[in-house]
């Protein structure tokens, strides 16, 4: 009886063990969130011993489904076969991503640009520095317009004040929002 033991006892830590492969999906777009292996109870994929309640946007995956969504652009179809549930995007659904993508990176980076101004750290003061210096040479120029103006009695019309470092922001940031810059 004690051999049997010893050997069941080998015979269960020499068998090769097999985790369960789940797939979770967003119900709304099939999309797949979440590829994992193990137990479905301590993986919080389904509620009960034996795979009882399981969630209604998991499955326990084939082995060719759970290696076919770890690749991108890979969807799930519900009402497909087991085996054939794991799909590739549309053409329309890809253009549609990367679309999506560029617009959120572009949104990112004109935000990051402009917030660059607000900061106190090196870059936002060597930014406030530049500017302000440019400010005040404008300056110079428009009161030296305005002097000579008044001197000459030509173009009566055109009184320059100054420029605040307050406007110089405002007009940087709308630059970067209006998108001239992005070519140069």
Known sequence: MKKLGI????LLITTPAFA??????????FSIVKRVQGDCLNLGVCSGANNTGIASNCFEATAQEYQAGSQFFKKINTSALIGSRVIDWTQQEIDSYIAAQASSTDASIR?????????FNSQALAYKA????LIDEIN???QAITEMTVE???????NLPPRTLAQAKTAIKNKIDGGTLDNK
């Open 130 to 133: 530049l500017v302000e210096i």
């Open 20 to 29: 369960e492969k789940w797939i979770c999906y967003d119900e709304l777009n």
């Open 111 to 119: 935000e990051e640009s402009k917030t660059g101004f607000d900061g």
């Open 140 to 142: 110079l120029l428009r």
């Open 7 to 10: 050997f069941l006892i080998v």
């Open 152 to 158: 000459t009695n030509q173009l009566t019309d055109r």
